[in-house]
């Protein structure tokens, strides 16, 4: 079955302190990936997505993320985080190919950052 | 439009009404999907829109749910004899049908039954 796993319901980090949050799939297929953040109050924004070439991605707010196929797993982070990061983020797969668009989410990590 | 436009941004309804939910996507995309989240939860899949398919109603809670697109644009998702447990933001997206295309959401409707 198809499936995206966050293990990670919440986090808690100072604020400078690096960060990594962990997203583990299963799919059929190779995927399409994405990560999303949802400040409070806001909708999502796309931070970043893998769908081939170099397996480290760059996204926006210093944010990047590494698939790792033989892992299944496609973790977020970031060297140093800002009090501006708190928020919920949301990890995705999709399909790279096929009319069929549907996503797959996880269920999210709430990030809480301390001064 | 610039991006996906939902309307109203808040409702407010009594237990037992109807209400609709409306969603304008990103000219031009095919794909379309309505989700459910709930106070500090995360996203409840509830239906997708690709192109002229039938839509994927998987995540539909009850009968009392349904949604429809005409024209391939515009979607409004009904809820019939609303319920208290029926309380959540209504999420909107839509995507492009073409590879490496992320999905694109819109503000959301936070609807309050009462």
């Known amino acids: 079955a198809q499936s995206v796993t966050q293990p990670d319901i919440h986090i808690t980090v100072s604020e400078g302190a690096s960060l990594e949050l962990r997203c583990n799939y299963s799919y059929g297929a190779t995927p399409y990936l994405f990560w999303y953040v949802q400040s409070p109050g806001q909708g999502l924004q796309l931070l970043l997505k893998y769908f081939s070439g170099d397996t480290l991605v760059q996204g926006i707010k210093g944010f990047e993320a590494e698939f790792k196929r033989s892992q299944s797993s496609f973790n977020l982070r970031k060297p140093s985080v800002h009090w501006s990061d708190a928020a919920e983020y949301f990890c995705?797969?999709?399909?790279?190919?096929?009319?069929?668009?549907?996503?797959?989410w996880g269920l999210g990590t709430s990030l809480a950052v301390n001064p | 439009g610039a991006g996906v436009s939902q309307s109203p941004s808040n409702k407010v309804t009594e237990k037992g009404k109807d209400v609709e939910l409306r969603c304008d996507p990103i000219?031009?995309?095919?794909?379309l999907y309505w989700y459910r989240q709930s106070l500090g939860q995360g996203l409840e899949f509830l239906i997708y829109f690709q192109g002229n398919s039938a839509p994927d109603k998987s995540g539909l809670p009850s009968d009392r749910f349904s949604a429809e697109r005409t024209g391939g644009s515009v979607s409004t998702l009904t809820i019939q004899r609303t319920q208290q447990e029926d309380s959540a933001v209504y999420l909107c997206?839509?995507?492009?049908?073409?590879?490496?295309?992320?999905?694109?959401f819109g503000q959301g409707t936070r609807l309050t039954v009462v």
């Open positions: 000219s031009g995309h095919t794909a």
């Open positions: 997206a839509s995507s492009g049908d073409r590879g490496n295309t992320e999905a694109f």
């Open positions: 995705a797969v999709g399909p790279l190919t096929g009319n069929n668009r549907k996503l797959i």
